[in-house]
């Protein structure tokens, strides 16, 4: 897994089609963990009933970075989630928005591995996906060093296309 390659949960559309996450009313948060997509501990797109906190199989909260300095237990809310349509491709994105964490050069989270994608609104705040951080996979970065942030792709957060 490269840098910056976000990955859905396979359990997400599960948590679509059954109502536990709305896409449209939901607020989305984006969070830090020391779990690694290409090491152990591991987070992988199978991961069973991901959520950020105990209400289902994979509580990825109890992997969160230590809060302090630029980062706030919990994470960073997606600011203006929007939906769009172009031709047959439907998009969520943040409306242009980043994350941005910015460094305090002092009580920063040093072992940032993943950045993870959750619904703050479902009940058991189901997890849409994740982003390595890392740039081979098991090495942490640190918001000491400089402020970690999040780039969308210009595309949209994520995309699904429609049958033709």
Known sequence: MAQGTFTLFNEFGKSKGDGRINMATDTFKVALVTLQAGGTPTITAADAVPTWGAGGTTNLASSEVAAGGGYMA???????????????????????????????????????????????????KDAV????????????????????????????????????
């Open 74 to 124: 919990g994470g960073i809310s997606i600011a203006t989630p929007t939906w769009t349509l172009t031709g047959a491709v439907v998009t969520f994105d943040d409306d242009g928005s980043n994350i941005l964490w910015t460094s305090a050069a002092s009580g920063d989270p040093a072992t940032i591995k993943v950045a993870v994608v959750y619904s703050d609104t479902a009940s058991n």
């Open 129 to 164: 996906g994740f982003i390595d951080m890392t740039s081979d996979g098991t090495t942490a970065i640190s918001l000491l060093a400089a402020d970690v942030g999040v780039n969308w792709n210009a595309s949209g957060v994520l995309a699904e296309t429609a049958n033709a």
